[in-house]
């Protein structure tokens, strides 16, 4: 760290060129009043890959991801999606804050999933999902609409695209919102909980989809307590703990053989 640095603006550092790693991590403070949430985070993930963050409630995910989302300003360290650094602009070694445009830019290339499904109650799937590209990509309706009508296909729900959220499942209306954040063609997706306020008959079919996207190449870092999906699917895995990365890697490696005390506890009290 160095010093000297006002609050609120993370220290300058070398930028990942560009670049086999899409998320990158490097001590990363974020503080709620006197409550730091998170108190140092470090985490790499390659492009290509899933990172499956686990870790007990509280512990700091879902800040961490609304941090790479820009929907929290981190506080100190440094956070780079695809060799940017989050939010900054570097000039030798000064950091200047992004403008909203430049902000909004970065935003658009990152989708994101969360555990309440968010469509917009009044518009259909298809209007749901065409919605940003038309308004934020400017993309002409009718192609808006025919990629809107590819995505629904690929997310199972082809002949649902007349419906609206209260005439779907639970399931059905998630895997709408993936295929929303995909509209935008993002270059990163990040899931909260994805699955956990679903019935758990439906949580197969949501993790269906994920797992799909994840062999099409998608950069993923999913938030789930999903421990098989973890496994199986995940890249790398990360257990958080108190606002930190306790250890992360292979999901073979540090769910089975966890080489922390916390992770071996947090393990025996899910699985
Ligand atoms: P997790 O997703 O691992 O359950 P969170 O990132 O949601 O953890 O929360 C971590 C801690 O930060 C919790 O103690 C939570 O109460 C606190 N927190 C999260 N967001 C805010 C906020 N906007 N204001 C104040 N405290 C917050
Ligand atoms: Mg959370």
Redesign the pocket.
């Known amino acids: 760290m160095t010093t000297g640095r006002s609050p609120g603006t993370p220290s300058t550092g070398t930028p990942i060129a560009g670049t086999a790693t899409m998320v990158k991590a490097e001590n990363v403070r974020k503080r709620f009043g006197r409550h730091e949430v998170l108190r140092g985070v470090d985490l790499e993930v390659a492009t290509g890959q899933v990172c499956c963050v686990i870790g007990p409630?509280?512990s700091g995910?879902?800040?961490f991801?609304r941090c790479i989302n820009h929907l929290e300003k981190i506080d100190g360290g440094r956070l780079w999606v695809d060799g940017a650094l989050v939010g900054y602009h570097q000039r030798g070694d000064r950091l200047h804050e992004l403008k909203p445009s430049e902000v909004a830019a970065q935003r658009r290339e990152i989708g994101m999933v969360f555990?309440q499904f968010n469509l917009f109650p009044h518009m259909t799937a298809l209007d749901n999902i065409t919605e940003a590209p038309i308004r934020v990509r400017n993309e002409p309706r009718t192609q808006a609409r025919a990629h809107a009508q590819s995505l629904l296909e690929r997310v199972g729900l082809r002949d649902h695209l007349g419906k609206y959220p209260a005439e779907l499942s639970g399931g059905q209306q998630q895997r709408v919102a993936i295929a929303r954040a995909l509209a935008m063609r993002p270059k990163l997706m990040l899931f909260?909980?994805p699955t956990s306020a679903l019935d758990p008959e439906l949580v197969g079919e949501v993790l269906d989809v994920m797992r799909q996207l994840a062999l099409d190449g998608m950069t993923m870092v999913v938030?789930t307590h999903e421990m098989g999906f973890a496994r199986d699917v995940g890249d790398t895995v990360a257990f958080m703990d108190e606002g930190v990365v306790v250890e992360s890697g292979d999901p073979r490696s540090v769910l089975t053989n966890p080489g922390h005390e916390r992770t071996r506890a947090f393990l025996q009290r899910v699985l």
Do not use: F, I
């Open positions: 409630s509280g995910k879902s800040t991801l555990q909260d909980e938030v």
